[in-house]
Nanobody, 119 residues
């Protein structure tokens, strides 16, 4: 099992930036991919971005392409989400997720960190 802890959320004005971090521990050698999801009030959880742990292949939701970047530091078992040009619609609880099997959905989740973008 992999344990995940997010940090870096907060309150920012529209147009501003935030950087989220997700520290992984436990069976990190078995990681295949890590990702970010978010859930706004009254909405379902949605995919934001992902990165494969070995090759670094990235994937983004259309809503964040060109504004968000995802990266990882394998030596520190940490993943990052750099969020630029933030919009009020980006307000949500952001969750870090991980999976060890390429063909399975994410099965390890962090506790979430709140991101609030004021207009």
């Amino acid at each position: 099992q992999v344990q995940l802890v997010e940090s870096g959320g907060g309150l920012v004005q529209a147009g501003g930036s935030l950087r989220l971090s997700c520290a992984a521990s436990g069976r990190t050698l078995s990681l295949y991919s890590m990702g970010w999801f978010r859930q706004a009030p009254g909405k379902e959880r949605e995919f934001v971005a992902s990165i494969t742990w070995i090759g670094g292949t990235t994937n983004f939701a259309d809503s964040v392409k060109g504004r968000f970047t995802i990266s990882r530091d394998n030596a520190k078992n940490t993943m990052f989400l750099q969020m630029n040009s933030l919009k009020p619609d980006d307000t949500a609880v952001y969750y870090c997720a991980a999976k060890t099997d390429r063909w399975q959905f994410y099965d390890c989740w962090g506790q979430g960190t709140q991101v609030t973008v004021s207009s």
